[in-house]
């Protein structure tokens, strides 16, 4: 089954720096990627997600890239806010009807 | 994400007894899940309902069981053969066609807890 790697555990930065998140995965049939941010004891809430047709997807400060060839995406926050403080999950599915399998996450703290 | 609801909010179980976590959507999702969450481990799949009337274990299945009588709901409980019961249980819903189909919509969690 697929397998994700999620990198690093914890990430500090000072507000206004940018943030990389780096996921890797083992299912080459995968073709969905999602990214969900959890704030202490909520639910996660999906952030951007991208499919296996593109490379890239910004919204805002958020930006996604896929690198299919060597199954890796990773999350970039750029100038970063107190309130980007919370745990980013990756995930990585081979679409709908499939199940989502989950990196282990990332606990993102941004020093004001 | 605000039609999935999960009651209650907090849970407390005894040894040897059994609970039912409520998992209830109004988005008229096909596919529901179940996640547990421990500190460090991400978001493990319990068990899945693409349709009704039918479902799949999912990685960590021992200890638990389900049900999927409505499209509405899809409740989960925790037997007594799941010795370590404490745990945050998300529960999420998804379309399983049209455009954005694979995207999961979470509940606001219950947390269980051991007496």
């Known amino acids: 089954g697929e397998n994700v790697e999620q990198h690093p555990s914890t990430l500090s930065v000072q507000e206004g720096d940018s943030a990389v998140i780096k996921c890797t995965y083992s299912d080459s049939a995968s073709n969905y990627f999602p990214w969900y941010k959890q704030e202490l004891g909520k639910r996660p809430q999906l952030i951007i997600d991208i499919r296996s047709n593109v490379g890239e997807k910004k919204d805002q400060r958020i930006a996604v890239t896929l ?29 709908s009807n499939y ?12 020093n004001p | 994400d605000g039609g999935i609801t999960q009651s209650p909010k907090y849970l407390f179980r005894k040894e040897g007894q059994n609970v039912t976590l409520s ?9 529901m899940y179940w996640y547990r969450q421990d500190p460090g481990q991400g978001l493990r799949l319990i068990y899945y309902s693409q349709i009704v009337n039918d479902f799949q274990k999912g990685d ?10 409505k499209k509405e709901s899809f409740p989960l409980t925790v037997t007594s053969a799941q010795k370590n019961p404490t745990a945050f249980y998300l529960c999420a819903s998804s379309s399983t066609a049209g455009t954005g189909a694979e995207t999961q919509y979470f509940g606001p969690g219950t947390r269980l807890l051991v007496l």
């Open chain 1, 67 to 95: 690198n299919k060839t060597a199954k890796h995406f990773s999350l970039h926050i750029t100038e970063t806010q107190p309130e980007d403080s919370a745990v980013y999950f990756c995930a990585a599915s081979r679409g």
């Open chain 2, 60 to 69: 960590i299945a021992e200890g638990y069981s389900v049900s999927r009588e």
């Open chain 2, 23 to 31: 998992c209830e959507q109004n988005l008229n999702h096909d596919a």
């Open chain 1, 99 to 110: 199940k989502l399998t989950f990196g282990k996450g990332t606990l993102l703290t941004v």
